[in-house]
C-alpha cells in the first residue's frame, strides 16, 4: 500500500516520532497507519516521544583530549541514577570521541554521524529502550591547538583550555599548568578570558547600572560627575577582577593573578605560553528542574 507525505506528518501528530522513524514504519507495514503506530510502540519510539517532553537537568558533561583536539559535551538525563550509570557514561564518552573524530557543526549534525553502523540518534534511541528516560544531547564545543581538558566532580562541571603556544602539547609543565587554569575556571566561572573579550555593550550597560544605583544612593547623588565617573571606572576595574580569567585572582597563588601565574610558566618554560580561549559546560545550568510537591500531590488524590 502507497503512502503519501501527508501520511507521514498524521503519524508524526499520532505519535510525536520524528519523520524519518514515522517514514520507516509506515515502509515497514505497507502504509497501514494502525500497524505503524504499533510498530512505532513496539519500537519503543512513541513512548520515548511521550517522555520527550519531561525535563532532562541531570546528566553528565564529558570532555576528552586526543592529540590537538579537545572536545567537551554536555548529556542530559531525568535522573541523576540513569546519568550515574556506566551505559549512560559510556554513551556520552562515545559520542565527545565522534565529536573529536568527524568534528559536527552543530548538535542536529552530530545525531546524523555514524559510527559503528549506527548514527548517534540512533545510539541515544537504543539507549533510551534500555532506561526508558528522556536523554538528550544538549551542546559541545571542539577546540584544535594545544588542549588542556578537566572534569571535575564525576561529570558536573567540564573544561577545555585552549593554550597558544610553541611548546609541546604533551609538555609535562604546561600540562599542570593547563589543569590548574582549569579546576580556576570551574571554580570561578569567568565570563570572558580578558578585558579585551567583553563586549563594549557589556560595560555600557553596567556602567548605566552602577550609575543609576548612586543617583538612589543619597551619599552619592550629589558627588560631582567627574568624581561618579572615577568611581564607576573603580567599580568597572573590579567587574574585571571578577569576570575576567586573566584579571582574576589565582586560587593557588592569592598573591598571583591567573595572568601572572601564566607569565610565570611562560618564563620556567623559556617559551611565549598565553592563553587563547576556554570553555566550562555546567551539567544542568539554564535547565528549569521540575520541583515536585508530593505532599500537595497525595493530598489532592486522597481528596
Known amino acids: 500500500m502507497a503512502f503519501t507525505a501527508k501520511d507521514v506528518q498524521a503519524l508524526r501528530e499520532k505519535t510525536g516520532c520524528g519523520m524519518m522513524d514515522c517514514k520507516k514504519a509506515l515502509t515497514e507495514c505497507d502504509g497501514n497507519m494502525e500497524a505503524a503506530v504499533d510498530f512505532l510502540r513496539e519500537k519503543g519510539l512513541a513512548s520515548q ?11 553528565t558533561v564529558c570532555a576528552i583530549v586526543d592529540g590537538t583536539v579537545g572536545a567537551v559535551l554536555e548529556m542530559n538525563a531525568e535522573t541523576d541514577f540513569v546519568s550515574n550509570g556506566e551505559p549512560f557514561k559510556a554513551l556520552a564518552q562515545k559520542v565527545t570521541e565522534i565529536v573529536i573524530e568527524q568534528n559536527p557543526a552543530d548538535v542536529d549534525a552530530l545525531n546524523k554521524c555514524t ?29 584544535e591547538g594545544k588542549i588542556v581538558s578537566y572534569v571535575h566532580g564525576g561529570g558536573k562541571i567540564g573544561v577545555l583550555v585552549n593554550f597558544d603556544t610553541d611548546v609541546a602539547a604533551d609538555n609535562a609543565e ?18 570572558y578570558l580578558d578585558p579585551a573579550s567583553v563586549p563594549a555593550e557589556v560595560i555600557e550597560k553596567e556602567k548605566e547600572i552602577l550609575i543609576a544605583q548612586m543617583k538612589e544612593d543619597p551619599k552619592m547623588a550629589n558627588k560631582p560627575d567627574m568624581v561618579l565617573a572615577k568611581i564607576v571606572e573603580g567599580k568597572i576595574s573590579k567587574y574585571y577582577k571578577e569576570n575576567c580569567l586573566v584579571e582574576q ?9 591567573v595572568g601572572k601565574y601564566i607569565e610565570s ?29 508530593f505532599a500537595n500531590e497525595v493530598a489532592g488524590m486522597i481528596k
Open 49 to 59: 516521544a511521550k517522555k520527550a517532553g519531561r525535563v532532562a537537568a541531570e546528566g
Open 115 to 143: 559510527k559503528d553502523g549506527q548514527t548517534v540518534e540512533e545510539m541515544v534511541q537504543e539507549l533510551f529502550l534500555a532506561i526508558r528516560e528522556n536523554i538528550k544531547i544538549r551542546r559541545f564545543a571542539r577546540f
Open 174 to 191: 604546561l600540562v599542570a599548568a593547563g589543569k590548574n587554569i582549569a579546576m580556576q575556571i570551574a571554580a570561578m566561572n569567568p565570563a
Open 249 to 257: 585572582q589565582y586560587v593557588i597563588d592569592g598573591d598571583l593573578t
Open 265 to 293: 610558566v611562560a618564563k620556567n618554560l623559556g617559551a611565549d605560553v598565553k592563553i587563547a580561549s576556554f570553555v566550562r559546560f555546567e551539567k544542568g545550568e539554564g535547565i528549569e528542574k521540575r520541583v515536585d510537591d
